[in-house]
Structure formats: structure tokens, C-alpha cells
């Protein structure tokens, strides 16, 4: 995955544990993935989640692509290479948010499987649900709410994932949304029926 640099470290344990901290805040610490294309509704889905979620007296936190990049991954570029190290440091981010027993969503590409699976693999597969926000490419390019597609159709902006940099759709995520279909209320209405039916809520 990546080179461990670090020598002469120690793992400490902490005399609160994760149980701890679930059973003080009445909740199970968990991540929901959000993943698709650009425009395919993986923000605005989450952040509709994370507020109902609230309004039920739920502690939620949004890692969101873009505003990650603003700060912890601004150095990081659209490369292969940084699209994965931006997943790989997201991932840790999110344990760190589940282990702390926060419903954590985030809302990122993430275009290659073997990284969302890393992150599948580091929470544990009880606390990882992965939600595939599903539109058609036409559908995300008559959004285009930043006016990234038609930058990447002129060639302005290059690795653009569905045009120029490819998306491997999830296998078996546990939750598919066609975007195309529903809209934001009831596409958060069918995450949080998800996480009822997985008694996650």
C-alpha cells in the first residue's frame, strides 16, 4: 500500500475504548461511503443523511472530497498515484472517526475498488457500508455543477474520472441509489432505512 517510514514506534493503548465512547454516545461508530462519479449526487446525498441523522440526536461528521483537499491532502494532486494516497489517508481519517464512535460519511470518487476496499478492510466489514450513488454519465454532464466536465472535454483538466480516467463501479456495495431515479429526500430516506435494517441506527 504505502512505505512505512517510521521506525522505533510503539502502539499505546488508551484506557477509554471505543466502547466506551459508543456506550456514551448511544451509537455505533460507522462508516458510510458514499462513491461515484462527479455529479452523481454523493455530497449533497450526504449531507441530507448526516442531518437527518442529527435531527435524531445522532453525532455525524462529512469528510467531503473537495473540502479535504482545501487542507489534510491539498498537496496531493489527480494522478493515480495521489487519487489512491487521497483515499489511503482518508480511510485512516474515518477509523480514526469510528473508532472515536462517530457515524462518519464520506463522499469521495474513490474510483478504484482495491481502495474503498482498503477502507472496508480497516473499519471492519460491520461498520463499512458502501452506498454506489448510480448516474449515467449524460446525467452528471448536464449537472456539471462545477463545470468539470466540460473543462475535461476540452482536454483543460486531465485524469478526469468516467472521460479521461476510469471508474471500477463497487461489485457488492451494500446499497445502490440510481440518481437518475430518486431524489435527494428520498435517497437519504433509503440510506437511513439501510442502516435500520442493519440495526446500525
Request: aromatic residues 8%; contains cysteine.
Amino acid at each position: 500500500m504505502i512505505e512505512k517510514k517510521a521506525t522505533n514506534i510503539v502502539w499505546h493503548e488508551h484506557k477509554v475504548t471505543r466502547e466506551d465512547r459508543e456506550k456514551l454516545l448511544k451509537q455505533k461508530g460507522i462508516v458510510i461511503w458514499f462513491t461515484g462519479l462527479s455529479g452523481s449526487g454523493k455530497s449533497t446525498i450526504a449531507n441530507e443523511v448526516a442531518y437527518k441523522l442529527h435531527q435524531m440526536g445522532k453525532l455525524t461528521y462529512v469528510l467531503d472530497g473537495d473540502n479535504i483537499r482545501h487542507g489534510l491532502n491539498k498537496n496531493l494532486g489527480f494522478s493515480p498515484e495521489d487519487r489512491n494516497e487521497n483515499i489511503r489517508r482518508i480511510s485512516e481519517v474515518a477509523n480514526l472517526f469510528v473508532d472515536a464512535g462517530l457515524i462518519t460519511l464520506t463522499a469521495f470518487i474513490s474510483p478504484y475498488k482495491k481502495y474503498r476496499n482498503f477502507c472496508r478492510e480497516l473499519v471492519g466489514n460491520d461498520r463499512f457500508i458502501e452506498v454506489y450513488t448510480k448516474a449515467s454519465l449524460e446525467t452528471c454532464e448536464k449537472r456539471d455543477p462545477k463545470g468539470l466536465y466540460k473543462k475535461a472535454r476540452e482536454g483543460i483538466i486531465k485524469d478526469f474520472t468516467g472521460i479521461s480516467a476510469p471508474y471500477e463501479e463497487p461489485e457488492n456495495p451494500e446499497l445502490v441509489i440510481d440518481t437518475d431515479q430518486y431524489s435527494v429526500e428520498e435517497s437519504a430516506e433509503l440510506v437511513l432505512k439501510k442502516l435500520e435494517e442493519m440495526n446500525l441506527i
